[in-house]
């Protein structure tokens, strides 16, 4: 790329000390309507770019690229993921891609933990009654939830966040079990005391928590699907932090509907920012918890997503390879 100042073209709004160094880095485009782009504003914005700063909620298609003037060398994704990206189609014009991985480990292996904890124990129904004004006073058999400690945690997919989670669940007294790909190295199974199973299908069914923390791939697709959740035992509890469409959510449905889950915990939906009504009622109904895809956010990601962003930009500008270049397929 040949611009000393290239244009770098955001699209949304981002955390304002990661704009002032955009703004001192870049010929910087930002926006001040913190709202998603339709695709023939994506397309419009794309034409004065020589870098585009996406974000998840960007479906950056292959007919958007193709749209996309020569001068676009890099697309540079403010995420985790770029399941949101055609990575084939950006590499077939030439376009790299680049996304922030790592930044969110700590804080979605907390949130995952946190669900775990607030389904067993209820909380989201606990903390409705005293607003209501519902509460009557301490009962030996009211509001009882679930132990969490000496539970089977089982984990889908153990990378770097489910590595993290399992750390914690060790803390709070789960026995670790997990599905992945390929088993982790011996040395990592031995520190997090994890059982690895080969079949996700016999691991489902031994499980009393699952939690998913695999990325979204054409492979991951209703992973959990509706024949793979009827595995899971009618006590057990499911953690979907990850992404929605790994989930089949009508199945999910069907089954906290005819009391063959015990609950669910969620923060991530096949169709955001949409939400099945079916699960919002069986949400008023303490069945499940919903949560507004809000596991990475904290001050301390956000800004360290746009520092991993810019230095994914500058050292593409100074014509290396960035550090976190995505290829098809990976």
């Avoid at 005293?130 to 009962?139: C, E, M, R, Y």
């Avoid at 695999?214 to 509890?237: N, Q, V």
Wanted: charged letters at 25%.
């Amino acid at each position: 790329m040949s611009k000393i100042r290239p244009v770098v073209v955001v699209t949304r709004k981002l955390p304002d000390v990661v704009e002032a160094r955009m703004a001192e880095l870049f010929d910087v485009r930002l926006r001040t309507d913190d709202a998603p782009m339709s695709p023939d504003g994506l397309v419009a914005a794309m034409q004065d770019a020589d870098v585009l700063v996406p974000t998840v909620t960007d479906s950056i298609t292959d007919s958007i690229i193709a749209g996309a003037p020569a001068r676009l060398k890099l697309i540079a994704n403010f995420g985790n993921g770029v399941d949101n990206i055609d990575v084939a189609a950006a590499r077939r014009k030439g376009i790299t891609v680049t996304n922030t991985p790592g930044v969110l480990t700590e804080d979605m292996a907390d949130f995952a933990m946190a669900l775990i904890v607030a389904v067993a124990r209820r909380f989201s129904e606990g903390a409705r009654v005293i607003p209501q004004g519902q509460w009557h006073g301490w009962s030996p058999n009211w509001m009882l939830g679930r132990r969490v400690a000496g539970k089977r945690l089982g984990i889908v997919g153990m990378g770097r966040i489910g590595q993290a989670l399992a750390k914690r669940a060790r803390a709070f007294g789960l026995q670790v079990h997990y599905h992945n790909r390929r088993p982790v190295s011996p040395r990592i199974e031995e520190e997090l005391q994890a059982t690895y199973w080969e079949s996700l299908d016999r691991m489902l069914a031994r499980m009393d928590i699952v939690s998913i923390n695999c990325p979204h791939t054409p492979a991951t697709f209703h992973l959990l699907s509706a024949r793979r959740l009827k595995l899971l035992k009618s006590d057990a509890i499911l953690i979907n932090t990850a992404r929605g469409e790994i989930v089949d959510t009508d199945a999910l449905a069907d089954l906290l509907e005819t009391d063959h889950l015990a609950g669910a915990g969620l923060d991530v939906y096949e169709h955001e920012p949409a939400v099945p009504e079916r699960l919002v009622r069986l949400a008023d109904a303490g069945r499940v918890l919903l949560l507004p895809h809000m596991g990475s956010s904290t001050v301390e990601s956000r800004v360290e997503m746009g520092e991993k962003v810019i230095i994914n930009i500058k050292t593409y500008i100074d014509g290396h390879t960035p550090p976190d270049r995505v290829l098809p397929g990976l």
